[in-house]
């Protein structure tokens, strides 16, 4: 059994990695705010993290704005870094995104590429996942991408995946020994973001209509056609969204 300090393990994802690792036989710490370990002032890192074998990191920045968020993840990073030092840690994995890299005009990703940067040259040995955008996320880009009662969005493509999946891959990563490499993960399907949040939107009874526009941004970024998908090299998990749909999706609100 390892010790496994999970950063942002009360969210999405990492309340999802916690329960699987603790099925395995794991001592899975979640480790937030909520549980007095705050990694924006280091209150509560040195201690949570004291005899840890691995820590993940799949905590989220409260604010996109772009300076929020770079000021979060190098903050955050430097400090869990640190504190893994110290207490001798010696497997630091992080959750990304696929094409981060690819996406300079957006602040969230630039970001995620410092952090990324940050435990590739900490020393310490790592594993880092790069998943594609979860299906729960189809909301936020809807959110982000609407102007006025439209919803505006070009026709990249996307190979969205289930949060349970993206779980289930990131556990796998923590539990194995360091790889010292990143590796992707992505869903089984590829199509255009529009028409992914159009089918989403449509289950979920929302009447924000989808267009189609080539000059249209994701979050800053304007898309190249393949620039959200994963290498040839990516494990593929089975949910499609329409599975996930009828299975894990929230319930219509309308
Ligand atoms: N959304 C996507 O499609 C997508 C795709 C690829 C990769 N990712 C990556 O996946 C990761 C996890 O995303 P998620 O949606 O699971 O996040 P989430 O549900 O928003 O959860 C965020 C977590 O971060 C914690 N947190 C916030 N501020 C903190 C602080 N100062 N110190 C320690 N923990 C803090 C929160 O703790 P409290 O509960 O205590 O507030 C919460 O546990 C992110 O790094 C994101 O970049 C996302």
Do not use: C
């Amino acid at each position: 059994m390892s010790k496994i300090v999970v950063i942002g393990g009360t969210g999405l994802i990492g309340s999802k990695v916690v329960a699987k690792l603790t099925e395995h036989g794991h001592e899975a710490i979640p480790a937030s705010p909520n549980s007095g370990v705050n990694t924006l002032t280091g209150e509560g890192l040195a201690e949570v993290l004291a005899g840890a074998d691995t820590v993940l990191d799949v905590s989220n920045s409260p604010s996109f704005a772009d300076d929020d968020v770079m000021s979060f993840f190098t903050t955050a990073t430097t400090n869990i870094i640190d504190a893994a030092k110290a207490a001798g840690v010696g497997h630091y994995v992080a959750l990304s995104v696929v094409g981060a890299e690819l996406m300079v005009d957006s602040g969230y990703q630039r970001a995620k590429v410092a952090q990324e940067k940050l435990i590739k040259s900490s020393g310490i040995p790592y594993s880092i996942v790069h998943a594609t955008q979860f299906f729960e996320f189809v909301k936020s880009i809807a959110g982000a991408a609407t102007v006025g009662d439209e919803v505006r969005l070009s026709h990249a493509l996307i190979q969205p995946i289930a949060a349970e999946d993206v779980a289930t891959a990131v556990a796998r990563t923590t539990a194995g020994a360091p790889l010292n490499a990143t590796i992707e993960v992505a869903g089984p399907v590829e199509l255009g973001i529009d028409d992914l949040i159009r089918a989403g939107l449509a289950n979920a009874g929302d009447p924000r209509t989808v267009v189609t526009d080539p000059e249209a941004t994701y979050f800053g970024q304007k898309l190249d056609e393949r620039m959200l998908l994963p290498g040839e090299d990516a494990i593929i998990f089975n949910t499609t969204f329409e599975e996930w749909l009828t299975t894990a999706a929230p319930a219509p609100t309308k």
